[in-house]
């Protein structure tokens, strides 16, 4: 096994900790996808992905990149749906190839880190990024709706999540 760092190809990149990242494939060719994350300033705020201020002066976002493993090249997507907001210290899985869910996490709430129970689906097609929101009460189960919860992790079964399709 050898190790590469990965580099942007130029500074309008927010340097993130806190984030998410997983592989995806399409078109027969392997991608990073990252989303959202913590720092200070960003050096560029790109216009369609929030950026919000905590009373320390970091930052949380929900931008988005795609790094595409074969040629070393960071892609911003295009967004579409219910985007999740500026997060951080999340889970995200690959539920297949092109879908994923994302849960938990921290939000900005009058400058303040907050827990969250937001749970995201979100498809990836060639550069675009569609983001669904899932609401309390849309899937069955009386009581099963998951806590606040940050800095945790997480397995799928996908028996349980097939019924979101």
Known sequence: ????????????MMKKAYAGMLS?????????FMVGGLDTTPAFKHPQFHYDQLKDGRFL?????LYNLSNGQFTVP??????????SEFVIN???QYNGIMFGGTLTIDGFNTETNNV???????YTIHWESIKKGSISGEGLWPKERFNHASALSMVTLAHLH
Do not use: A, I
């Open 78 to 87: 295009s967004v579409s749906g219910q985007c999740c907001p500026p997060t």
């Open 1 to 12: 096994m050898s190790w590469t760092q990965l580099h942007p190809n130029d500074e309008s």
């Open 120 to 126: 995201y689906l979100f498809n990836v097609t060639h």
């Open 61 to 65: 976002t929900n931008e988005q990149l």
């Open 94 to 96: 690959k539920m297949n």
């Open 24 to 32: 995806l494939e399409f078109e027969g060719t392997d991608y990073l």
